[in-house]
């Protein structure tokens, strides 16, 4: 029989026991792989690195209206070149073709190398909605908050925002088009950006850990993007970071995850990193977490760091709740976004009540 544990011990040992716990496997597991065989093969070859930045389109209210193409122009005018890094830009399924061709035309402009994961508004016409999430909706409003009930609806509408976001999809494509060119391959967010130290320590943490086949990156969220000129600035990476693979690292993201649903925590979680994604909500109408992976426990956290640029509004990106105020920003964007793609392209679906 199961000896009885009061919520109280529960909580206690969540927040002392599990991260102890945790460690000590992580230890072991780094020592008997870096002793193994296995971690030669991450030996071999140059440092050489391919940067991606993946330019999505704007979410109104979560981000500002033009704020890909005012961060994508900062990023070009101010950011230095990198020693052993070619970059790269991924135009991800941008629906809007105004905005498409003016950030087409900037990168352009500045000779930067790119390619493109074009939208087809005759492939989003087809798509239909998820039938599995309709028991949640069909039962009366009282049964969900309005906050549970947007996540419920964009859960049915998760083709859809799989399709026109494209958050893993563009990551992977950038992953398996980097690993043609590269050994370390940064498949990062379009809004990121490296100052000259930050990629010194990355550069340098790569080639002192070159067995890890998966380098943390920390990530700082900016509310004045001048930050990034200034060479001494420390900053406070408490944020969902990003990573770095190497070339014949195993893992790659799941694809059947929506903007929005931990698309890259849940890849963290998989190898073993820490953070306050562990402890996010999950619904019932969720793909489950996957469990831990082959490769889990092979990552080092990276001295080096990389900046988020604005999103052109504060109270999203500092403060107590400014991470509730992201995801409720987030989740009305997804949702305008897809009503306009449907009313441009489709039909609404009544049944949904959006």
């Given at each position: 029989m199961t000896p009885y544990v009061s919520k109280k011990l529960q909580k206690l040992q969540n927040k002392y026991v599990a991260p102890f716990l945790h460690a000590h496997r992580l230890k072991k597991e780094r020592e008997t792989y870096?002793?193994?065989?296995?971690?030669?093969?991450?030996?071999?070859g140059k440092d050489d690195f391919a940067l991606y930045r993946i330019l999505g389109n704007d979410l109104p209210p979560r981000h500002r209206p033009g704020q890909t193409l005012a961060n994508l122009e900062f990023c070009l005018k101010h950011e230095p070149e990198f020693e052993d890094c070619q970059?790269?830009?991924?135009?991800?399924?941008?629906?809007?073709?105004?905005?498409?061709?003016?950030?087409?035309?900037?990168?352009?402009?500045?000779?930067?190398?790119?390619?493109?994961?074009?939208?087809?508004?005759?492939?989003?016409?087809?798509?239909?909605?998820?039938?599995?999430?309709?028991?949640?909706?069909?039962?009366?409003?009282?049964?969900?908050?309005?906050?549970?009930?947007?996540?419920?609806?964009?859960?049915?509408?998760?083709?859809?925002?799989?399709?026109?976001?494209?958050?893993?999809?563009?990551?992977?494509?950038?992953?398996?088009?980097?690993?043609?060119?590269?050994?370390?391959?940064?498949?990062?967010?379009?809004?990121?950006?490296i100052s000259g130290r930050g990629w010194r320590n990355i550069r340098q943490t790569a080639k002192r850990s070159t067995i890890f086949p998966y380098h943390i990156v920390p990530m700082h969220r900016l509310t004045d993007?001048?930050?990034?000129?200034?060479?001494?600035?420390?900053?406070?990476?408490?944020?969902?970071?990003?990573?770095?693979?190497?070339?014949?690292?195993?893992?790659?993201?799941?694809?059947?995850?929506?903007?929005?649903?931990?698309?890259?925590?849940?890849?963290?979680?998989?190898?073993?990193?820490?953070?306050?994604?562990?402890?996010?909500?999950?619904?019932?109408?969720?793909?489950?977490?996957?469990?831990?992976?082959a490769d889990w426990g092979r990552f080092v956290m990276s001295e080096g760091w990389v900046g988020r640029l604005y999103s052109g509004n504060a109270t999203q990106e500092t403060g107590r709740k400014s991470s509730v105020r992201r995801m409720a920003n987030r989740d009305d964007g997804i949702l305008r976004a897809i009503a306009e793609l449907d009313e441009r392209y489709g039909s609404t679906d009544s049944e949904l009540n959006i």
């Open positions: 870096a002793k193994s065989s296995a971690s030669e093969i991450y030996r071999q970059k790269w830009w991924v135009v991800n399924r941008i629906f809007d073709e105004t905005r498409r061709r003016e950030i087409i035309a900037r990168l352009d402009t500045y000779e930067q190398n790119y390619f493109t994961i074009d939208f087809d508004p005759d492939e989003y016409a087809r798509i239909e909605n998820n039938p599995d999430v309709s028991s949640y909706l069909d039962g009366p409003r009282k049964m969900l908050d309005e906050k549970s009930r947007n996540r419920a609806v964009l859960a049915a509408l998760r083709p859809k925002v799989l399709y026109a976001i494209n958050n893993n999809g563009a990551r992977n494509a950038a992953l398996e088009h980097g690993r043609k060119r590269a050994k370390w391959i940064l498949p990062f967010d379009g809004n990121c950006m993007n001048d930050s990034m000129l200034d060479e001494q600035f420390s900053p406070v990476s408490g944020e969902e970071p990003q990573i770095m693979f190497h070339k014949l690292s195993g893992e790659r993201f799941d694809p059947r995850l929506p903007y929005g649903r931990s698309p890259k925590a849940e890849l963290l979680m998989r190898l073993g990193v820490r953070g306050p994604w562990d402890h996010w909500e999950v619904d019932p109408w969720d793909i489950p977490p996957a469990p831990s992976c």
